[in-house]
């Protein structure tokens, strides 16, 4: 009862957010059914590919979810937060890389194959304990945790702010980036992490594991979703949204502004780092591309699109962005960056509070419209 009225409470008068829990709890119902029990040749299954593309959808909103949670209400726009994304996904491709064992190509009982390949002779020690599960899943959330705490207490007790700040975290992830292109550093190099075979004992192509994989990023995303909202509607959320609209005058009425920054930005990046946990599995493949500046940037254009400040949003922004980004990539490949640049300067110029944003704008000129003087009263009305 307690935890009934407390979403009761979260949920009043938001009705995107209900919307938003309501379609994920249906598809978590209907997603398996469809697709471990309807016969392939029915017209309601849903193939496991596409399973495992909805799957990777949802971590991806998760993703612009932890974004909008900084960007949207704290009005920091971070431009790094792909690789708290890609450290998560390396705590669980380390985690999976030691599932293999001796299964590899070289068939090293201890090794992982690129590090035989390599000629090491010893596993790193910062490789120990990611043979044990839940240590992994502490990782994929304590090491973007911790970068984001170091990185924010000197940035945000400097002060640095707006687009210099923006500019430092795509240092930040650059300077990652390299770091993990070389090979010495003992991630694979170029490569990365990949030939995945097992999760937990589960074999990954397995379409019962695929299935629960979309499931747990499913509930990801809706437990992540009332996080944000239970935080955005605290005293601290509201603290942080007059941070973002003023932030000298709450400077001036003696709040640290730093403190809740760094609470919103450590948040932010542990959530995208269970986001790039869950990502992995589903793709089989983490590498230092995931540290790109431009995967960052991508990230902003899906908040931006769905529209910020409301959460949901941000998860409407990202999976319509990465549907059509497998539609463009598909159909027009040399073209899809054109799309998505010309996607967010339409949206910045024409839509600046994104698609939900939107919704009011149209709801007021339909009510504008219908009490417009000399419209035509129904018979009813006329009465």
Not at 50 to 78: M, N, R
Not at 263 to 277: C, D, R, Y
Not at 328 to 348: E, K, N, Q, R, S
Request: aromatic fraction near 14%; charged fraction near 15%; include cysteine.
């Amino acid at each position: 009862m307690v935890v009934r009225s407390v979403l009761v409470d979260l949920l009043a008068g938001n009705r995107g957010g209900q919307i938003l829990l309501a379609v994920l709890l249906a598809a978590v119902v209907v997603v398996p059914i469809s697709n471990l029990l309807l016969p392939a040749d029915s017209v309601l299954h849903v193939p496991t590919y596409v399973v495992s593309l909805l799957g990777k959808y949802l971590t991806f909103a998760l993703l612009a979810l932890s974004v909008d949670l900084i960007w949207g209400y704290a009005g920091v726009l971070s431009l790094g937060h792909g690789a708290f994304f890609a450290l998560g996904g390396y705590a669980m491709g380390m985690y999976m890389m030691r599932q293999i064992g001796d299964r590899g190509v070289y068939g090293h009982p201890e090794l992982p194959d690129f590090m035989v390949f390599l000629d090491w002779e010893e596993l790193p020690w910062y490789w120990h304990g990611f043979d044990w599960f839940p240590f992994a899943m502490v990782m994929a959330l304590v090491v973007p945790g911790a970068l984001a705490l170091v990185f924010g207490w000197f940035a945000f007790r400097s002060r640095v702010t707006g687009v210099y700040l923006s500019i430092i975290t795509q240092a930040m992830t650059f300077a990652l980036m390299l770091a993990f292109f070389r090979n010495d550093m003992g991630f694979g190099g170029n490569n990365g992490l990949t030939d995945f075979k097992d999760l937990l004992g589960f074999n990954l192509q397995a379409d019962g594991t695929r299935v629960a994989l979309f499931c747990a990023s499913a509930l990801a995303v809706a437990l992540g979703y009332l996080l944000g909202r239970f935080i955005v509607r605290s005293r601290a959320g509201r603290v942080l949204v007059a941070v973002r609209d003023a932030e000298t005058r709450v400077r001036f009425l003696g709040y640290r502004v730093e403190h809740y920054k760094l609470f919103v930005f450590v948040l932010s990046a542990m959530l995208a780092g269970l986001a790039g946990a869950l990502y992995v599995p589903q793709v089989g493949i983490i590498n230092p591309s995931e540290f790109a500046p431009a995967a960052s940037i991508e990230i902003v254009v899906w908040v931006a699109v769905g529209g910020r400040g409301s959460l949901y949003g941000a998860v409407l922004g990202a999976i319509l962005v990465n549907y059509a980004k497998t539609v463009f990539t598909g159909a027009l490949p040399d073209m899809w960056l054109f799309v998505l640049g010309g996607l967010f300067i339409a949206v910045t110029l024409f839509l600046p509070k994104g698609l939900v944003g939107t919704v009011p704008v149209f709801k007021r000129a339909g009510d504008r419209w219908r009490r417009r003087p000399g419209r035509a009263r129904s018979p009813e009305s006329a009465l």
